[in-house]
């Protein structure tokens, strides 16, 4: 398993240069699986035939963002309205039309606006199944996306797609506000659209999922925490770690969460970038803050590539079993 998935990781730079700006070469033959960073904790995992989103928020409107971060200045070029709790959420139906062009399944990990705001309109322009909790789920409803769409977790299943499979795993909520932050509040049954911010903004619990696809086992989080007993053991060759500034509340995060799942061949830093500020503006500080992530995991796990994305560029990952 080991061998074979660092064999695919030395595709990896390979493939990159031979495929980034290129359209993802047909599946079918080659089970290429081609990631793509979508912003925020949003992500495309797409074999060419098979669509599969996490948390895709591809809106990026000027609302609220956690405590901790540094605060995005608005340029005199940004013309996005500011958003308070109590405003009604409006996703960009352009940004999702020109970024999200189809979907089979969309995973949603928790009911924060950053991770939910664009999924009922996605579901109902693509008719992908939504992978989430309850909470999450009667979001959708509340945005009348049909029933048959809906499938709704708690953590344990571990269902079977046919082109993949997927774990889904118990997990925790990035712990913001220096480790204040909680929640235990569900976004209700019987919840009409249009919600405000707050109303998409309940957690409602939170999952991370193992999705084996091609040979590969690709663990996505969607924020800075995990239980280390849900993952010990797993052993993906993609990981998707949540690496902005809140990690560092946690004992050894990534110390532990590297030793848990056997030194990883490749980790994709998530959720580290300003959500706040337009795709166009200056990740810099982001940018900057991101190095102490990648020192972290040097340390713990040297033979681990990390690669930093950039929105929508693909990183295809080397075919399984070469
Ligand atoms: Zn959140």
């Known amino acids: 398993m080991r061998k074979s998935a660092l064999a695919s990781l030395a595709l990896v730079a390979t493939v990159i240069c031979a495929y980034a700006g290129q359209k993802p070469p047909s599946s079918e033959k080659t ?10 904790a949003g992500w ?4 060419g035939t098979t669509v599969i989103l996490i ?14 971060r540094t605060p995005y200045t ?7 309205p500011l958003y308070g709790w109590d405003d009604v959420a409006r996703p960009d139906p352009a940004a999702i039309d020109t970024h999200v062009k189809r979907a089979d399944f969309v995973l949603v990990t928790h009911t924060h ?16 199944a939504v992978v989430g909790t309850e909470s999450t789920e009667n979001v959708l ?32 909520h990035s712990p ?10 569900t976004a209700p049954e019987g919840m009409k659209a249009p919600l405000t911010l707050r109303q998409m903004h309940p957690e409602g619990g939170t999952l991370a999922f193992l999705i084996r696809f091609h040979g590969h086992q ?8 995990y239980i280390e007993r849900e993952i010990v053991g797993l052993e993906p060759d993609v990981v998707l770690v949540g690496a902005a500034a809140s990690r560092k509340e946690i004992h050894d995060y990534s110390g532990r969460l590297m030793r848990s799942l056997h030194f990883p061949a490749l980790v994709l830093p998530t959720h580290w970038d300003n959500f706040t500020a337009p795709f166009g503006a200056s990740q810099q500080p982001s940018i900057d803050a991101l190095q102490s992530f990648l020192e972290e995991i040097k340390a713990v796990s040297p033979k681990t590539t990390v690669i930093i994305p950039k929105y929508f560029e693909a990183i295809p990952l080397g075919t399984a079993g070469q």
Not at 31 to 40: M, N, Y
Not at 44 to 47: H, K, N, T, V
Not at 145 to 162: A, C, K, M, N
Not at 218 to 225: D, H, K
């Open 31 to 40: 089970g290429q699986v081609i990631l793509r960073w979508l912003g925020t």
């Open 218 to 225: 690709i663990l996505a989080f969607g924020g800075m925490n």
């Open 44 to 47: 495309e995992i797409s074999d």
């Open 55 to 68: 948390d895709p928020y591809v809106s990026r409107i000027f609302g609220p963002q956690p405590p901790g």
């Open 176 to 185: 913001l506000d220096h480790k204040h932050y909680f929640s235990s509040e």
């Open 113 to 128: 606006y950053d991770h939910v705001l664009d999924v009922p309109q996605i579901a109902l322009k693509t008719h992908a």
């Open 141 to 172: 409803r509340a945005y009348k996306v049909p029933e048959e769409q809906l499938i709704t977790v708690r953590g344990g299943e571990d269902y079977e797609f046919g082109s993949f499979s997927l774990k889904v795993i118990p997990s925790l």
């Open 74 to 80: 608005q340029t005199p070029e940004d013309k996005r």
